[in-house]
T-cell receptor
């Protein structure tokens, strides 16, 4: 079945460091891909998304490119801030006759940014 | 307007008790999803409603789990004869339309602890 695999955390970085969180997926066809973020004490919220190959999603300085050839959707940010400390989830919506839009999530990667 | 709300935020149940978890989606949202999130894991899909119709319940782990959305707005997830393995955070999400790649808006979750 469809699945998402993320790099294990926690990831600890100093402020202004470069961030990469790896995400790869297994799916039939071309699913839509998402990054969701959960800040401490808050609910999950959409960070960015991409719906077809070579699309780049971006928001708040974060970027991720839909790579069909490597089935990847790695999250990057050039300079992290303490306020970026959160848990990041990669997810996909599988295609199919129902196309309900249900999300399949990775296990999450905790990012801690130190001043 | 208000986001997705869930109640109660915390629930402690004795093994064998029945529990009911409520979700108030964003007004006008057609789609409603329930997810289960175990500690340290990503959310896992339970069930999906389009208005009042439950179109996908493939993720419900057993027949002890039951969900309804009778008027196409508020939804209730009921767990009968709770077991310790039911301890998790239960997340509700809604989206305006249906299918991928609609953005899902998540509630804060209900943390269920079964003793």
């Amino acid at each position: 079945g469809d699945s998402v695999t993320q790099m294990e955390g926690p990831v600890t970085l100093s402020e202004e460091a470069f961030l990469t969180i790896n995400c790869t997926y297994t799916a039939t066809g071309y699913p839509s891909l998402f990054w969701y973020v959960q800040y401490p004490g808050e609910g999950l919220q959409l960070l960015l998304k991409a719906t077809k190959a070579d699309d780049k999603g971006s928001n708040k300085g974060f970027e991720a490119t839909y790579r069909k050839e490597t089935t990847s959707f790695h999250l990057e940010k050039g300079s992290v801030q303490v306020s970026d400390s959160a848990v990041y989830f990669c997810a996909l919506t599988p295609l199919g006759s129902s196309n309900t839009g249900k999300l399949i999530f990775g296990q999450g990667t905790t990012l801690q940014v130190k001043p | 307007g208000a986001g997705v709300s869930q109640s109660p935020r915390y629930k402690v149940a004795k093994r064998g008790q029945d529990v009911a978890l409520r979700c108030d989606p964003i007004s006008g949202h057609v789609s409603l999803f329930w997810y289960q999130q175990a500690l340290g894991q990503g959310p896992e899909f339970l069930t999906y409603f389009q208005n009042e119709a439950q179109l996908d319940k493939s993720g419900l782990p057993s027949d002890r789990f039951f969900a309804e959305r009778p008027e196409g707005s508020v939804s209730t997830l009921k767990i009968q004869r709770t077991q310790q393995e039911d301890s998790a955070v239960y997340l509700c999400a809604s989206s305006f339309g249906q299918g991928s790649p609609e953005t899902q808006y998540f509630g804060p979750g209900t943390r269920l602890l079964v003793l």
